[in-house]
């Protein structure tokens, strides 16, 4: 497979962003990423509600309605998915989710391995303020802590935003093609045996941050 830069440098696309420039955008910020909790239904419905119909399609392919399916999965309710959200003036301003699923192991490195399919939206009026940036370092820690061993996403062609924050934080990621996305794949490094896939459910209500980004 070729890297997400050779493959966009192919198609003429490259050329729009650079690793600087998305470390600029992220020290506009100022935002609280933590992990979504029970009390987050509400916003987490308000905040799919918000988002443009533009935004919507980049994130879900489709347009959707904040059904409760819908926000019991993004609020990490099944066991293999993780959720974290952006929240500023305690409204939700982003959200990204890891649904960990088993993958066949290599067969000169026996033992069970994991892939996180990622997916991650920002509100229209935060998008560009690496906000994305940092809902995506969030869930690469915690995937990393949960012996996952690779990432997968699928980004439309015309996502520019995430595809410029993926090059500039992974330049090297194996990229699949299709007519309308992208199937990308980032292997972590230094990754530890994985972990019992049972997870405790918070019990406060309130989930503590994990980062804050900007001030």
């Not at 198609?11 to 609280?32: I, K, L, M, P, W």
């Not at 994991?114 to 939206?121: H, K, R």
Request: with cysteine; hydrophobic share 45%; net charge positive.
């Amino acid at each position: 497979m070729l890297s997400l830069v050779d493959r966009l440098s192919n198609s003429g696309h490259a050329g729009f962003v650079n690793g600087t420039q998305v470390s600029r955008a992220e020290g506009r910020a100022a935002a609280v990423i933590r992990p979504v909790c029970p009390a987050d239904l509400a916003a987490l419905g308000d905040f799919i509600s918000g988002l443009s119909a533009e935004t919507l399609y980049r994130r879900f392919f489709g347009p959707v309605t904040p059904t409760p399916t819908l926000l019991g999965l993004l609020s990490g309710q099944p066991a293999n998915v993780h959720a974290v959200v952006a929240m500023a003036d305690a409204v939700i301003v982003g959200h990204a989710m890891a649904a960990d699923q088993a993958e066949a192991g290599d067969p000169r490195n026996p033992g069970q391995t994991w892939t996180a399919d990622i997916g991650l939206v920002v509100t229209d009026g935060w998008q560009g303020r690496g906000v994305g940036s940092a809902l995506m370092r969030a869930l690469v820690a915690q995937a990393g802590a949960r012996g996952v061993t690779s990432l997968a996403m699928d980004v439309l062609h015309t996502n520019r935003q995430v595809l410029a924050m993926i090059i500039g934080h992974w330049p090297a990621a194996d990229v699949g093609y299709s007519a309308d996305s992208l199937g990308i794949r980032i292997r972590l490094p230094g990754h530890q045996p994985p972990r019992s896939r049972t997870r405790a459910r918070p019990a406060a209500r309130h989930a503590r941050p994990l980062v804050t980004v900007g001030g």
